[in-house]
């Protein structure tokens, strides 16, 4: 079908695009692009037509809105070279869990801080370790519960880059409370450039996995490689799982984790010293996915005026432990 974009107009409008030969051909009515998606094929072939004779911007021109807005963000773990990278600098023997190996676990992202490619990325208050997270998401097309793995492929509308930004100093002492991640990671989450349709990636498919060569540079020097068809499970398993005993809905993310070198933390981890160093204001972080194009965000002052909270009110003293 293709790739689309939102993107911002002169007017401040935000529009929808499809993307080709370089260039952002306005689509007919702006429609948000899953409600495109879900039309008829003869209607969405007309408006693709249409687009061809609209408006042509330059993508190097364009200020790219997020692609969707999703009301639920869910971010799995399904690279296993990246955690056993991650347990080198835990408690325990560094082996990956075997629980891992069982189902493909997620947490659940915070889908108001979705950011587009371009976008500035204020550091957060409080942190001297922050980090990248080179991933890819799949948009859901249409909401659904308890979806089997042979019906899957139909309910994915497409695929698009995702940075999971994290302040690991702060994700680190909130890990050791025993509920997972919060304020380390819900402050900013990059989703773009565009979405591509899964039709679009098919000279890539091995099997159920998509070969696409995945990198992450900062200031222009490549920090980490990996390639998509590392992920442990696919797509469609990813999907089957997320629905179990569960609605997912239209436009959610569900996304693959961090690659293999796709983290700082996760060479810290391997080397056991800060190399490279965490990002500083003023760097530039670009991620680049083969076949989804290139997402980009500068890291520029706190904005936040970084309210904060006393310790807990001791109720249960340490007598009574």
């Known amino acids: 079908m293709g790739r689309y974009a939102r993107y911002v107009g002169a007017n401040g409008i935000v529009h929808t695009g499809r993307v080709g030969h370089g260039k952002l051909h306005d ?18 072939r007309d408006l693709d037509v249409r687009a061809g004779r609209m408006q042509k911007l330059p993508i190097e021109d364009a200020t790219f809105a997020a692609p969707v807005q999703p009301r639920a963000m869910r971010d799995f773990l399904v690279f296993e070279a990246h ?7 835990e408690p325990g023997n560094g082996a990956v869990p075997e629980q891992w190996y069982q189902a493909p676990a997620f947490l ?4 108001w801080s979705v950011l587009p490619t371009g976008a500035d990325v204020p550091m957060p208050p409080f942190t001297r370790k922050l980090d990248f997270e080179l991933e890819v998401a799949m948009i859901v097309k249409d909401t659904v519960k308890d979806v089997p793995i042979e019906e899957a492929a139909e309910h994915i509308a497409g695929f698009c880059l995702l940075n999971d930004w994290s302040a690991r100093d702060i994700q680190g002492d909130e890990m050791r409370v025993g509920l997972g991640p919060s304020k380390g990671k819900d402050f900013a989450n990059t989703l773009g450039p565009w979405i591509t349709t899964p039709d679009e990636l098919e000279q890539y498919r091995e099997g159920d ?51 293999s070198q796709g983290a700082l933390s996760e060479r810290w981890a391997r080397s ?23 997402i980009e965000n500068r890291i520029v002052e706190t904005t936040s005026p970084g309210h904060t909270v006393p310790p807990a009110r001791r109720t249960y003293g340490p007598d009574r432990l």
Do not use: C
């Not at 992920?231 to 436009?251: K, T």
């Open 108 to 111: 659940f992202m915070n889908p």
């Open 272 to 294: 056991g010293s800060l190399t490279p160093p965490p990002l500083q204001v003023g760097d530039v972080v670009t991620m680049t996915v083969e076949g989804l194009g290139t």
């Open 209 to 259: 996995r998509y070969a696409l060569e995945m990198s992450v540079a900062i200031n222009g020097e490549v920090i980490g490689t990996d390639n998509l068809r590392n992920m442990s499970w696919s797509f469609e398993e990813m999907l089957v799982h997320a629905s179990r005993d569960a609605w997912v809905g239209a436009g959610d993310v569900l996304a693959t984790g961090t690659a």
């Open 83 to 89: 955690i056993a990278g991650m347990k080198k600098s």
């Open 27 to 44: 689509i007919p009515g702006d429609p948000e692009i899953l409600e495109l998606l879900n039309r008829p094929a003869d209607v969405r």
